[in-house]
């Protein structure tokens, strides 16, 4: 006769609750995050600004420690900096500034390690990777703060969390309830394709539910329904791609999660990876298909 406590799937009863307690945590979790990003999109502008300059210093921070501990020398000051500019440059003079100054930014980093005694093209390298996979995104959520008037610019916003989190949520409990082959099992073992799918098809659903919304709701708003399932698309791909990003880069640098800020869910880091790269979507769709 087989153990009682061990099921015929292998799995013991103290792994099972084991699982079950760590999910109950994440949705803990999840909820007070939802919650606390709602009090931030209404309080404004500023605040959301502020606040958001804060969490993406601390991930900045998070990729910079992870980065470090392999091995790697990263210039560090110059992801901070440029969260610095952002806001001002971005929220009240031009999204034109965003080239000028990450060019800069670039250009610091190339004279710093060039003068270092031992000058190594991996920490060039290293130190940019920081400035294009969190720096350019960060530029991009705060740009989307200069959108007038007020309702798409809250609309937009909450685009991004929404394709973001739709997109994990429905890839989370896709995958768990279908299994099947993995979509990348050397970067993340977990993630299955028909995860992905469920997850793209999460993402799509979630921008044309706030589209729709926001568009019946608020008098004027022409917002096209393509526009919003055109964006909830390419935003899912591109929230996957910063998701398998930013484990690829904790595959390489030997740790599991970018820090413990959020329990159950890891970092700061580990939370915004999405967003980060669904960002950059969404201020594209913002500038080139709603002028």
């Known amino acids: 006769m087989s153990d009682p406590k061990v099921p015929q799937n292998g799995e013991t009863t103290e792994e099972k609750t084991k699982k079950k307690n760590s999910f109950v945590q994440r949705v803990i979790t999840g909820l007070v995050l939802v919650t606390l990003l709602a009090l931030v999109l209404w309080a404004g502008s500023w605040c959301f600004a502020l606040v958001a300059s804060l969490c993406i210093a601390v991930a ?37 500034a965003m080239i000028p100054v990450m060019v800069l930014l670039v250009f610091c980093v190339l004279v710093q390690v060039m003068r270092r005694q031992e000058p190594e093209l991996e920490d060039i390298l290293i130190s940019v990777m920081p400035l294009i996979s969190i720096v350019l995104p960060a530029m991009c959520l705060v740009g989307l703060l200069d959108t007038q008037p007020r309702s798409l610019q809250l609309m937009l916003l909450i685009q991004v969390f929404a394709i973001a989190v739709g997109g994990d949520t429905f890839a989370y409990f896709v995958g768990s309830a279908v ?12 993630k299955t394709i028909a995860g992905s799918v469920g997850g793209l098809a999460g993402s799509i659903l979630m921008a044309f539910v706030v589209g729709r919304i926001f568009a019946a709701s608020v008098p004027g708003l022409a ?17 996957q791609m910063g998701d398998l990003f930013a484990s690829l880069v904790k595959r390489h640098c030997k740790v599991k999660d970018y820090g413990t800020i959020f329990p159950g869910h890891g970092g700061m880091m ?3 990876d999405s967003v980060f790269f669904v960002a950059i979507v969404v201020y594209c769709y913002r500038v080139i298909l709603l002028v």
């Open 60 to 96: 900045i921070y998070e990729m910079h420690g992870a980065l470090t501990a392999r091995g790697h020398h990263p210039v560090r000051w110059v992801c901070y900096a440029g969260l610095v500019l952002s806001l001002p440059l971005m929220m009240f003079y031009s999204a034109r």
């Open 179 to 190: 299994g099947g082959p993995k979509l990348c099992p050397r970067i993340s073992p977990n």
């Open 223 to 239: 917002v096209p329904f393509w526009g919003d399932l055109l964006v909830g698309l390419i935003g899912g791909i591109a929230g």
């Open 270 to 272: 580990d939370r915004l």
